[in-house]
């Protein structure tokens, strides 16, 4: 019901207004949802989510208004729907937008680079010129992982990296495979890399990963610092071993056996580095970060969610995959199970390690 939505407040979906705001105002939350998650904008809801209704009477002439704003000023056309709704008595006008398939939409009078906005929680954000791409790389279905790299020669690649992995699980993986996963992409006749595989294999900027240890809870005083910058695999791999040297080991008697196990799980550690790996946007000029403190460890991905995704829909399960091949490839390799399922499985073990401590 839209009382309900209305009661929880602005977010990502949903605007409150008490009155009618300005033209400019109305278009780029027009546009934010058009390019984002789409939404609905209600007029006649005051701060408080308070239902205040607006004048019967103006009623038609808002939504001949608001139809002549959204078609002067949005541009490619986007077709919302208006209508009004009474609540308990009181009318309120609703514009409801859907997400688009013409990204990006944008301000006419601004243009494409500085009138393209996007949701961010209950804010609308103008984008920058790589959300601007990945928005038009949407448009096409297309992630950035999956484009064609000119910069390198597949024989100027040792695949090897990647077949060797393959082996180490038992499955089969040759030239064939790697252009299955979109890894290998011909062009005019001729095999080239996509983004995907040199990033896989180090190849590309900001595959690094830095991890640090930290006297304290501050960042005042390093222990021990190492940078990997190699393949995926190797960087992913050195980091657990940095992980589980820098790590309290928890002592529990099982029967007669000594069960040894670090204070965070390691199973928890590695699906949240996976994911870091898998969903960052390496198009950002910055590295993962694993920083190591006395009391917590904290792991940062560059870029934010995708597609205006809330933290709420990733905890809920919800996933949005910003490396299409990259994820496809990881999950070949069994490094991932199923979509979505990363952060509530985190969430699951560590509850049951803190119950367990209880």
């Given at each position: 019901m839209l009382l309900d939505e209305i009661k929880k407040g602005e977010n990502k979906r949903l605007e409150l207004k008490e009155k009618l705001p300005s033209n400019e105002a109305i278009a780029k939350t027009v546009v934010a949802f058009s390019n984002t998650s789409g939404g609905k904008l209600i007029i006649g809801v005051n701060d408080n989510r308070e239902i205040v209704g607006i004048?019967?009477?103006?009623?038609?002439?808002?939504e001949e208004k608001i139809s002549s704003i959204i078609n002067d000023l949005c541009y490619p056309t986007i077709l919302p729907e208006i209508y009004a709704q009474n609540i308990n008595g009181k009318v309120v006008l609703v514009i409801e937008v859907f997400r688009g398939s013409l990204l990006p939409y944008y301000l006419k009078n601004k243009g494409k680079l500085k009138g393209t906005y996007i949701r961010i929680g209950s804010t609308n954000r103008i984008a920058d010129e790589n959300m601007i791409a990945e928005l038009q790389r949407q448009r096409l279905n297309k992630s950035f992982d999956e484009e064609i790299n000119f910069e390198f020669e597949i024989k100027d690649i040792d695949l090897n990296i990647i077949?060797?992995?393959?082996?180490?699980?038992?499955?089969?993986?040759?030239?064939?495979?790697?252009?299955?996963?979109?890894l290998i992409k011909?062009?005019?006749?001729?095999?080239?890399?996509?983004?995907?595989?040199?990033?896989?294999?180090?190849?590309?900027?900001?595959?690094?990963?830095?991890?640090?240890?930290?006297?304290?809870?501050?960042?005042?005083?390093?222990?021990?610092?190492?940078?990997?910058?190699?393949?995926?695999?190797?960087?992913?791999?050195?980091?657990?071993k940095f992980l589980q040297n820098h790590l309290n080991l928890n002592a529990e008697v099982e029967g007669l056996q000594l069960k040894e196990e670090l204070e965070i799980p390691l199973l928890t550690l590695r699906e949240v580095l996976i994911n870091a790996i898998i969903h960052r946007d390496y198009l950002r000029n910055s590295d993962i970060k694993v920083a190591i403190y006395d009391d917590i460890v904290e792991i940062v991905s560059p870029g934010g969610f995708p597609n205006g995704l809330t933290l709420e829909e990733v905890m809920n399960g919800r996933s949005e995959i910003r490396n299409k091949v990259l994820a496809n490839l990881f999950r070949e390799l069994n490094y991932v199970e199923t979509w979505g399922s990363g952060i509530g499985k985190v969430k699951k073990i560590c509850e049951e390690k803190t119950s367990n401590l209880k």
């Open positions: 004048e019967e009477d103006k009623i038609f002439e808002y077949y060797n992995e393959f082996k180490k699980i038992n499955k089969k993986c040759d030239y064939d495979k790697l252009k299955n996963l979109k011909n062009i005019n006749g001729k095999d080239m890399p996509t983004n995907a595989l040199l990033i896989t294999l180090g190849k590309f900027d900001n595959t690094m990963i830095k991890c640090a240890r930290f006297k304290g809870i501050t960042k005042e005083i390093f222990i021990d610092k190492k940078e990997f910058d190699g393949n995926l695999f190797y960087n992913l791999e050195n980091t657990i």
